[in-house]
């Protein structure tokens, strides 16, 4: 059984940044892949970004290209999520999750999640 927790949420102006962190109770948490994935209201939950085992891999959506990084710290458990240059489109709950295997886009692939954390985006 995994645990996780998010933080780092809140609301931020259009164009700037937030971190968002993912602490994992795993205890071979680098065996882990995860992800990061929002959902709005109404909306259904999307993928935002994957992240292999060692970091090594790195999947985004298109839509956060070029503005979200994702990175991982195995020695303290950790997935982030660095967001920059924020839209209003942005604005969602955000959640971590993990799986065994390889990296993925579908939510149904993933066996753990968190809480989620609430990033709202304003014009």
């Known amino acids: 059984q995994v645990q996780l927790v998010e933080s780092g949420g809140g609301l931020v102006q259009a164009g700037g940044s937030l971190r968002l962190s993912c602490v994992a109770s795993?205890?071979?948490?680098?065996?882990?892949?995860m992800g990061w994935f929002r959902q709005a209201p109404g909306k259904e939950r999307e993928f935002v970004a994957t992240i292999s085992w060692n970091g090594g891999t790195t999947y985004y959506a298109d839509s956060v290209k070029g503005r979200f990084t994702i990175s991982r710290d195995n020695a303290k458990n950790t997935v982030y999520l660095q967001m920059d240059s924020l839209k209003p489109e942005d604005t969602a709950v955000y959640f971590c999750?993990?799986?065994?295997?390889?990296?993925?886009?579908?939510?149904?692939?993933?066996?753990?999640w968190g809480q989620g954390t609430q990033v709202t985006v304003s014009s």
């Open positions: 795993a205890r071979t948490f680098s065996n882990y892949i």
């Open positions: 999750a993990a799986r065994w295997g390889g990296t993925s886009k579908i939510p149904i692939d993933y066996a753990y």
